[in-house]
């Protein structure tokens, strides 16, 4: 089954609303592969999503940064799945690395966030990754794998989870995994699904790679046969991120 290639822009907490114009304006301006070669979604902070939503392009799709694990209610400063539901966002993105260090979101928190949205109807971007420690103690397939059966024990369908492997040790730091080193994760999330979810999910589920992606390295990573796409951090807020986009036709003339 051929995975359709996928790249988020992972705005993180950055931007005002003239930025924000001119990060949209730069974007529809753009030419890009078509939809059905490359699905691209773009996440905003919480307070700009119904900016981005008017100005953005009809063919790239937004994403919230984050929701709350249950319905809402006295749950001051959080935002909840059905709020977005109501503005019409379908995206959201849960369990990223910020998240779980400097928030303390633990594996079973992230799964029931995930579980929470998809029952709302959301498609979630569901993040995993090992830090340097854990890489170094050769602990990676063991970290990565912990926190998505965290997420399988949650849920019952795949059809609408993006999985997004960022090892937190390549995050905003300038380093990057190898092309090999992402392929072989990727390749061990694949076979964990296929073992324990089932084979049907293992090769209809789009894992996608995170962790300083630019306009210099992104074709060859695309370029390995289970990176199904990006989720873009830094580079999403410039010019670069089109050329991460256009990545996609890597996979396309295979």
């Not at 999503?49 to 209610?73: E, H, M, Y």
């Amino acid at each position: 089954m051929a995975r359709k290639f996928f790249v988020g822009g992972n705005w993180k907490c950055n931007g005002t609303i003239d930025h924000v114009k001119k990060i949209v304006t730069m974007l529809n301006e753009s030419e890009v592969p078509s939809e059905d070669i490359v699905e691209v979604v773009v996440s905003p902070p919480f307070v700009f999503l119904p900016l981005v939503k008017a100005l953005l392009r009809s063919d790239f799709a937004i994403a919230a940064q984050n929701c709350w694990v249950r319905r809402g209610g006295a749950f001051t400063g959080e935002i909840s799945a059905e709020m977005l539901v109501n503005l019409g966002i379908p995206w959201v993105i849960l369990g990223h690395s910020e998240r779980r260090s400097l928030l303390g979101e633990s594996n079973d928190f992230v799964a029931d966030k995930v579980g929470y949205a998809l029952s709302q109807g959301l498609m979630v971007i569901a993040c995993v990754g090992e830090t340097l420690e854990q890489r170094e103690a050769g602990s990676t397939m063991d970290v990565v794998a912990a926190q998505t059966k965290a997420i399988a024990e949650k849920i019952t369908h795949w059809t609408n989870i993006v999985l997004a492997y960022e090892p937190v040790w390549a995050i905003g730091t300038g380093k990057v995994a190898t092309p090999a080193q992402a392929q072989e994760v990727h390749v061990g999330l694949r076979k964990w699904l296929s073992e324990y979810v089932s084979s049907e999910v293992a090769s209809s589920t789009r894992i996608i790679y995170g962790g300083s992606v630019n306009a210099a390295n992104c074709k060859e990573l695309a370029a390995q046969p289970d990176v199904d796409g990006f989720l873009v951090g830094g580079a999403s807020l410039k010019p670069e991120f089109v050329v991460i986009i256009k990545s996609a036709t890597v996979k396309s003339s295979d």
